[in-house]
């Protein structure tokens, strides 16, 4: 009967390996910023007309804060993240 002198490894053994060989994960990454909350004012697609998304949801605020005139639908997209920022907190969603 033969018997096997390999050594076992565990799983961490394994894993560190794979670790040091494998890119860091853009997620983690302390230095990478790209997608970090930005002010609206920066954003590059700021000036395009607001969503379908934010124009319901800001409906939905200004009516909540009992500001109906809050609502504009010719906002751009920044105007309308703005003005949801400040309806959240009125209408006490913040």
């Known amino acids: 009967m033969a018997t096997t002198t390999a ?7 394994r894993d560190s390996g794979a670790r040091q060989d494998a890119p860091e ?3 983690t990454d302390p ?8 002010d609206p004012d920066q954003w590059t697609t700021g000036g395009e007309p607001m969503t379908g998304a934010q124009a319901s949801y800001l409906k939905t605020l200004s009516e909540e ?6 609502f504009d639908p010719n ?4 105007e309308a993240s703005k003005r949801i920022d400040d ?3 009125k209408a006490g969603h913040a």
């Open 25 to 27: 994960n853009p997620k």
């Open 87 to 89: 309806l959240r907190h």
């Open 7 to 13: 050594k076992a490894t565990s799983k961490a053994d």
């Open 65 to 70: 804060a009992k500001e109906p005139k809050a």
């Open 75 to 78: 906002l751009d997209k920044a």
């Open 31 to 38: 230095k990478d910023v790209s997608n970090q909350i930005k």
